[in-house]
């Protein structure tokens, strides 16, 4: 039990670290001062700075991955499920933390590892997606619909919108609103 405390200390430290630095800037060194241990107690749960980084986007996929299953489960109509999901899918990127970087940052790409990172988010969130898409065909919200289609091009047009979102970091009322306009045109239209 102390292994996976001490190694849970380390990864939110890391996080930490890696959060205000950046990754090309964060050393071993760094991290194990944030954690208050050791560089050797580092290199013993983690072979290098990669697989420290990897353990950190991973901790916070887990996360947002909890945060939403827990939003989600409180929330009965498809509909409103989707807002939500988008919602807090678009605000934790408004965050800019790490697992955002391992997904966005050009330079991180260049690791293999993140290309792993990058396809299982995106099979998560496609994955929720469809499940609620799903929900709200058989609830008869939604029309029928080819749901890997729809979710897919759903989930690319998020994408689409991180950069214009996150350019202008406005106030949380304003972002609210733009997610709710993105929202409404998908679900509902432009048509009057």
Do not use: W
């Not at 887990?62 to 945060?67: A, D, F, M, P, R």
Request: charged share 30%.
């Amino acid at each position: 039990m102390t292994n996976n405390k001490t190694k849970l200390q380390i990864v939110e430290a890391a996080g930490t670290t890696f959060s205000r630095f950046g990754f090309k800037k964060t050393t071993m060194d760094d991290i194990a001062f944030t954690a208050g241990k050791g560089k050797s107690s580092i290199y013993y749960y983690f072979k290098n700075k990669e697989e420290v980084f990897e353990a950190v986007t991973e901790h916070e996929a887990e996360i947002l991955k909890e945060e939403i299953n827990k939003a989600l489960a409180r929330t009965e109509k498809a509909t409103d499920k989707l807002r939500t999901y988008i919602y807090l899918r678009m605000n934790r990127f408004t965050a800019k933390g790490n697992l955002y970087a391992a997904i966005n940052d050009n330079f991180l790409a260049t690791f293999s590892f993140i290309e792993k990172i990058r396809n299982n988010h995106r099979e998560y969130e496609l994955k929720i997606i469809s499940s609620i898409l799903n929900q709200g065909i058989e609830e008869n919200e939604f029309k029928p619909i080819n749901v890997d289609f729809i979710g897919s091009t759903l989930l690319t047009a998020m994408i689409g919108f991180e950069l214009p979102i996150l350019k202008n970091p406005d106030a949380n009322i304003e972002f609210e609103r733009k997610i709710n306009d993105i929202m409404d045109m998908f679900l509902y239209g432009i048509c009057t």
